[in-house]
């Protein structure tokens, strides 16, 4: 897919200007240029071309809110003035695996007063004997020279990877992290309250089942009474001795 086609796709029916990174890897681009990015992209703070075929930077255009650029893997050798004069907020090059031979092309980059982090992996100039020390030096802005600082200590994930945008997706991880210990917290009490629930409606059936047991208890003794009081069907009723003395006077 060429480049333009691909930032129309990565648009996704916003504006430029609504766009905060913008991410082209693996497109092709015609004879080695960026095409499709204008001064448009005003807010744009991530820029990634890896793996696009780019011999040159000339046609990048003015970015003034541009942190963090990926360039790796591409044929680029040298032209990095325009960088200096269009990017003036960048804080993180990635140019591991181009075409850069000797220091002198890397010196437009102490343009770039807030350069905090370059990689230069795979590209020939490393292969210098004082390599770090002669890039530390030309470049006194920079903290992260590939990953380590000037006294081989590795960058930390916010030093080496950091921009605004990391600050942000880390406060809305936390207050997502929040919200579902809520709402665990609701299910929760929510369950407490069926169980509670729940024991009471056992409670009144338990007294309930007490009270009809008792009022069945009492209609089968008053059957018993009535059944006692009443003679037998068929059975003639005993004359007391008595009542006989009484019929013979």
Do not use: W
């Not at 309250?193 to 024991?199: A, G, H, V």
Request: with cysteine; glycine share 6%; hydrophobic share 25%.
């Amino acid at each position: 897919m060429d480049m333009k086609k691909r930032v129309s796709l990565e648009l996704r029916h916003r504006s430029p200007a609504e766009v905060q990174e913008l991410v082209l890897d693996n497109c092709r681009s015609s004879d080695g240029k960026i095409e499709g990015i204008t001064e448009e992209f005003s807010n744009l703070e991530l820029l990634s071309l890896i793996n696009v075929g780019l011999t040159s930077v000339a046609d990048i255009p003015k970015l003034d809110k541009l942190k963090k650029l990926e360039l790796s893997d591409n044929r680029i050798s040298g032209g990095l003035e325009v960088l200096a004069e269009r990017l003036v907020n960048l804080t993180h090059l990635n140019l591991s695996g181009n075409k850069f031979k000797d220091l002198s092309t890397l010196e437009p980059l102490k343009k770039l007063p807030q350069l905090k982090s370059l990689d230069l992996f795979n590209c020939e100039v490393t292969n210098l004997g004082d390599y770090r020390d002669s890039i530390f030096t030309l470049l006194p802005q920079l903290t992260y020279l590939d990953g380590y600082d000037v006294d081989d200590c590795e960058a930390s994930d916010s030093d080496g990877e950091g921009d605004g945008l990391d600050d942000e997706d880390e406060e809305e991880g936390e207050s997502e992290e929040l919200s579902d210990d809520e709402d665990e917290e609701d299910v929760v009490a929510e369950e407490d309250d069926d169980d509670e629930d729940d024991s009471g409606d056992d409670e009144d059936g338990g007294v309930n089942g007490e009270v009809d047991s008792e009022e069945d208890d009492e209609e089968e003794d008053e059957e018993d009474d009535e059944e006692d009081s009443s003679p037998v069907k068929g059975q003639k009723r005993k004359r007391d001795p008595e009542d006989e003395d009484e019929d013979d006077e």
